[in-house]
Structures are given as C-alpha cells and as structure tokens.
C-alpha cells in the first residue's frame, strides 16, 4: 500500500511525499530493487542527486543489470555534471541493450556536453534508426547538425 500511494504521489508530481512514503515501504522491504528505483527517482526530480545515486548503486548492488537503475543513474551524472561517469554508464547500458534508444539519445547528450558533437551526432542518428518518432533524438539531431554546419563541420544526413 505504501508503494502503491507513493506511486500516486510520484505520478502527480508530489515528490516530498512520493519519496517520504516509498521512503517508509523500504523499511519493510530494504531489498526491493523496485522501490530503491522509484525512490531513487523522486530524490533525482527534487535535485538531491548524491542521495539518489545511493539508491540506485543499492539497487544494482542487488541486481546489476536493472536498466531502470543504470539508466536513471546514468541521468543523475549527468545532472551533476559527471559527464565521463555518465557516458560510462551509457556504454555499459548499451552494451548489454544496443537497441536501447533512449540510452542512444542520452549518451548523445552526454557527448554534446563533452564537445564530441560529430560522435553525439552519430549517436543521436543511431535512436533515429531504431525509435525513427523519438522527437528528443531527432531534436538533439537537428541542433547538432545545425552547429556543425554553422562551424564548417559535418554536412546533415537526411
């Protein structure tokens, strides 16, 4: 019941409460990779970052390969601006799910922030060619295109 109304409140935007009762369902449950997730997420949307990353390092810890985990944890890097940790993650991801789109988009971004705008724009391209409506990728793509163009560099691909 506890997750289940910590859910409600995470999906209203109510991240206090949301992370306060997931919070209290882990009291019960210290092992669920689920809740360590979900909780993990809250703590992210409220900018308590460091906090975040300990529950999604407990819930690989418990099961290294959680996507969800390593995905979110991978964003939480990159929010703090640890750009080479968060591609590292990114690489790990895909390694295991080369068709994660998202994980493509993102380690783009990644890229984007590290100034490798060619290697992000191949990246941004490759979540293009597995997810072809997934508008971040496509939007990421464009402005990427768009500076390289502007600098003399790549030409667009269509």
Do not use: T, V
């Given at each position: 019941a506890l997750k289940a109304l910590?859910?409600?409140?995470?999906?209203?935007?109510?991240?206090?409460?949301?992370?306060?009762?997931?919070?209290e369902a882990l009291k019960i449950d210290p092992f669920s990779t689920d809740l360590l997730c979900i909780r993990g997420g809250a703590l992210a949307q409220m900018k308590r970052l460091d906090d975040a990353l300990a529950l999604f390092d407990k819930?690989?810890?418990?099961?290294?390969?959680?996507?969800?985990?390593l995905c979110n944890r991978a964003t939480a890097l990159q929010m703090l601006e640890r750009y080479d940790e968060a591609l590292a993650v990114f690489d790990a991801i895909?390694?295991?799910?080369?068709?994660?789109?998202?994980?493509?988009?993102?380690?783009?971004?990644t890229l984007v922030a590290l100034g490798r705008l060619e290697e992000a724009l191949a990246d941004f391209e490759r979540a293009l060619a597995l997810n072809p409506i997934l508008e971040a990728a496509r939007s990421?793509?464009?402005?990427?295109?768009?500076?390289l163009q502007s600098a003399g560099g790549a030409t667009p691909s269509a």
């Open positions: 910590g859910m409600i409140y995470f999906q209203m935007g109510q991240m206090d409460k949301a992370q306060y009762l997931l919070g819930a690989l810890s418990l099961q290294p390969d959680f996507l969800e985990a895909l390694a295991q799910r080369p068709d994660h789109d998202l994980s493509w988009n993102n380690r783009g971004s990421n793509r464009d402005r990427i295109q768009g500076m």
